[in-house]
T-cell receptor, first 114, second 112 residues
Framework: QQQVKQSPQSLIVQKGGISIINCAYENTAFDYFPWYQQFPGKGPALLIAIRPDVSEKKEGRFTISFNKSAKQFSLHIMDSQPGDSATYFCAARRGSTAGNKLTFGGGTRVLVKP | DGGITQSPKYLFRKEGQNVTLSCEQNLNHDAMYWYRQDPGQGLRLIYYSQIVNDFQKGDIAEGYSVSREKKESFPLTVTSAQKNPTAFYLC???????????FGDGTRLSIL
């Protein structure tokens, strides 16, 4: 059972454009929602994260929007650059009583064309 | 520099053979995790350990085994019972109540 659904699987955006990736979850016990960035042959690295008591978080060109009632959250990459070309994963964490385990979405491969 | 070291980067297994993937961290993290990554399926949790000498099964533990004898080390054995072992394996660690998991750079396992 996939508890975190991520879309689209891939997207192509022109340099300077906006990349938008969406995730939806089912389990209301999730208490932390990070986004990871992964380059080929490397492990994922934490990009930005949000907790459910906040509706939006911005760090530089990256923004998370969170809709608790809809159980959805999204990543916006503003002014996309070729160096942003990577695979992005959303995730959701169950709390300490469930081992702080992360459940990942299926990933989105982003290609930024110069 | 602190971090997570996975070795080897590439590993080949013959049919019916067990192989062990190494994961070492010098971040002084309590918790360690093993994930499997397949194309289009994201990361799936195999095993995790929150303290030394204790570990729990994740979502896809069948055909895998782990040990946690030292805080710094969390090796994963892919046994012959794992019928589809070809994948990218990622090790991660975090503090006990984490705000982030730190990942290694993975081991790619292939079947000869």
């Amino acid at each position: 059972q996939q508890q975190v659904k991520q879309s689209p699987q891939s997207l192509i955006v022109q340099k300077g454009g906006i990349s938008i990736i969406n995730c939806a979850y089912e389990n209301t016990a999730f208490d932390y929602f990070p986004w990871y960035q992964q380059f080929p042959g490397k492990g994922p690295a934490l990009l930005i994260a949000i907790r459910p008591d906040v509706s939006e978080k911005k760090e530089g060109r990256f923004t998370i929007s969170f809709n608790k009632s809809a159980k959805q959250f999204s990543l916006h990459i503003m002014d996309s650059q070729p160096g942003d070309s990577a695979t992005y994963f959303c995730a959701a964490r169950r709390g300490s009583t469930a081992g702080n385990k992360l459940t990942f979405g299926g990933g989105t491969r982003v290609l930024v064309k110069p | 520099d602190g971090g997570i070291t996975q070795s080897p980067k590439y590993l080949f297994r013959k049919e019916g053979q067990n192989v062990t993937l190494s994961c070492e961290q010098n971040l002084n993290h309590d918790a360690m995790y093993w994930y499997r990554q397949d194309p289009g399926q994201g990361l799936r949790l195999i095993y995790y350990s929150q303290i030394v000498n204790d570990f729990q099964k994740g979502d896809i533990a069948e055909g895998y085994s782990v040990s946690r004898e030292k805080k710094e080390s969390f090796p994963l054995t892919v046994t012959s019972a794992q019928k589809n072992p070809t994948a990218f394996y990622l090790c991660a660690s975090s503090i006990r109540d984490p705000d982030r998991e730190h990942f290694g750079d993975g081991t790619r396992l292939s079947i000869l």
